[in-house]
């Protein structure tokens, strides 16, 4: 595809060169998100960070990712702090942020959002997630975390095993991974949810489509016992009609150190988009994981501002000019990676 200029909504606009790419970029952004050496390519360049829903990781790597290449933020969270609380409309409100802004990354509750902002917007729009659609830029920093996991075990992605736990009915960001892996057409795949929330139909046939292996279960312990990663996914309760719902399936499956040796392979990497629920009736990823070397979780969330970074230097543009506007950063930064 043709980087510069473009929307990034869905993952199903990429072709396995286009990934390949982003990710040739990510490894050149590391000493950057590092903070070994500094940029200024994007200097003057602004983002505009629009976060409807509530968020952490996304929001703030969005935002480092932007300001490690020299450019700045301008950013507005939740619907109240906008004139969206006064009605305006997505319409309006893309064509008044695209003139403030080269580059905007948004999330927003409803499916199909963030592309309705983008017909409108004058600058390329990146989806951070709408509603239980698609986080497209999660599921590349997601593959790239598999990548770099499974490489340093001797594997690949290629014949990755992969189980994906949780919610997978409403969970974006595993919708988001699994319509990427079609890609890779080798991959096996078991889909782990309560019935109710089973991966959509859909997703699950353009898998089997794109030649993937793909199982589906409503058990932990069997479903782990053969992959080289299991993915676990918190309940998305904002998606429930109420708690009460939500409730009927938090803590259902909980990886913890025992069942992990017991049931996995050795070396089964962990991974989770995070947050994971810590709360007592949740702990789909106990904390007494935390000392586990397999435990990815953390160096994932790290990996979001590498392939953050790629986008927006492929978007803008100015991938090959990161080099050319740097330097060596003077302040102590020792023992942060
Ligand atoms: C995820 C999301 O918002 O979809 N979080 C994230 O962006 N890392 C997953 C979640 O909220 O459960």
């Known amino acids: ?21 982003i990710f040739a970029v990510a490894d050149d952004m590391r000493p950057y998100a590092q903070r070994r050496r500094i940029t200024r390519v994007l200097e003057g ?24 290449l020299g450019g700045e933020v301008r950013e507005t969270t939740g619907f109240e702090s906008t004139a969206i609380a006064k009605g305006e409309s997505l319409y309006d409100t893309a064509r008044v942020l695209s003139g403030y802004s080269d580059v905007i990354a948004m999330r927003h509750p409803a499916e199909g959002s ?21 986080h497209p830029s999660q599921a590349l920093l997601d593959l790239y975390t598999i990548n770099s996991e499974i490489a340093g075990r001797g594997g690949s992605i290629d014949k990755l095993r992969i ?33 109710e929330l089973r991966m959509p139909g859909e997703i699950v046939e353009d898998m089997r489509k794109s030649g993937l292996q793909v199982m589906e279960s409503d058990v932990l312990e069997a479903s782990i016992a053969h992959v080289d990663i299991v993915y676990s996914t918190r309940i998305q309760e904002e998606r429930f009609s109420s708690q009460e719902e939500a409730d009927l399936y938090r803590g259902r499956f909980r990886l913890n150190q025992s069942i992990y040796t017991s049931h996995c392979e050795p070396n089964t990497v962990i991974m989770h988009p995070l947050p994971r629920d810590s709360r007592d009736n949740a702990r789909e990823l106990d904390d007494d994981l935390n000392d586990n070397p397999n435990l990815a979780i953390f160096r994932q969330a790290d990996n979001g501002v ?4 790629a986008l927006f230097a492929l ?15 003077s302040w102590y930064t020792a023992g942060r990676f």
């Open 315 to 329: 978007i803008l543009d100015v991938a090959e000019q990161v080099d050319r506007h740097a330097r060596d950063v």
């Open 45 to 68: 360049a602004i983002l505009g960070s629009m976060f409807f829903e509530p968020s952490t990781r996304t929001r703030v790597s969005f935002g480092s990712a932007f300001n490690l």
């Open 306 to 309: 590498l392939v953050r970074m």
């Open 1 to 21: 595809m043709q980087f510069a200029g473009s929307h990034i909504l869905s993952v199903q606009q990429f072709q396995r060169d286009d990934v390949e790419r």
């Open 163 to 195: 189980a994906m736990v949780g919610d997978l009915r409403h969970g974006r960001t595993v919708h988001s991974l699994c319509k990427l892996l079609c890609l890779f057409p080798n991959v096996q795949v078991v889909l782990v949810s309560p019935l």
């Open 114 to 134: 963030v592309g309705e902002f983008a017909v409108a917007s004058r600058v390329p729009v990146i989806n951070g997630g709408d509603g239980s659609n698609e």
